[in-house]
Structure formats: C-alpha cells, structure tokens
C-alpha cells in the first residue's frame, strides 16, 4: 500500500471513530429539536392552578435518546418557584438548565431515568443543553 492510501485509509478511520463517538440514536435524522410549547404544569401543592404562573407548577423537560432536548411549559413564564421534571433518555446526554440568581440544575451524562429539581425562577434568560453536544442540543426560553 503507497504512503497515499495509508493516509486515505487512516482519514477514513479516524472520521468513522468520530462519527460513531457521537453515538445515541439518532431518529429525527440528527436533527435536534429544542421546543418551549406552553403546556399546563402539574399542581405540585402550591396552590397554582396549573399554567406558568409562579409558585408550585412543574415543567417537564426531556432528553434524548436521539438527539433531542426539550423543556415543556415556558411560554409566556413568570417568576416563582418551579419544578424542573426530567425524563432523561440516554446515557449519552445529560439535561443542564442555567440562568439568572444561579439557577444551574443538570442530570449526570451516564444516568438515565427521570429527575426533579426544585427551582426558584427569576425575570431573565435561562438556557438548557446537553453538555457533550450543546452546539445541536439547546434551547432557551425568557422569564417575565
């Protein structure tokens, strides 16, 4: 085999080890989807009846297994205390929310199943990713 082919061969392999590395299951054609679609929240006991109205209403977010991420029940949100119910996917992506007066949640890249954090929001822009490919997988929603 000639130094040019060793190289082709060496290219191909190395592209191909990058591109399974990237792994999951891709369904939506690679594709990822960050929605913010209004949902009415579970009543966790606050007293809130539902909506995105502060105190007690729970938004469901959810990632993977393709590449996807979402966070349900953010539009038109307002400031109070919420909780952030994950279903979690894969263990290949994680579900990381930040924002203002320090809210930074996130399930761990390894674990799958579902997670709850108890969130207080304040007015500003708040960000959810998965870490290990948050250029594909984001998404963000604004608190009034």
Not at 73 to 80: K, L, S, Y
Not at 96 to 124: C, I, N, Q, R, Y
Request: proline fraction near 3%; charge should be negative.
């Amino acid at each position: 085999m000639n130094r040019r082919h060793l190289t082709l061969a060496i290219l191909l392999l190395v592209l191909g080890l990058a591109l399974a590395g990237c792994g999951g299951d891709d369904d939506d054609g690679g594709e990822a989807a960050a929605t913010t679609e209004a949902t009415t929240g579970g009543d966790t006991g606050g007293g809130d009846t539902g909506g995105t109205a502060g105190g007690g209403t729970t938004l469901n977010g959810s990632v993977g297994p393709g590449f996807t991420i979402s966070l349900d029940g953010t539009d038109g949100i307002t400031a109070g205390g919420y909780t952030i119910a994950v279903n979690d996917q894969s263990s290949e992506h994680n579900f990381h929310l930040t924002g203002p007066g320090g809210v930074d949640v996130a399930t761990d890249v390894s674990d799958e199943g579902e997670e709850s954090f108890d969130v207080t929001l304040e007015p500003g822009e708040y960000t959810f990713v998965c870490d290990p490919h948050a250029s594909q997988m984001n998404g963000s929603f604004t608190v009034g």
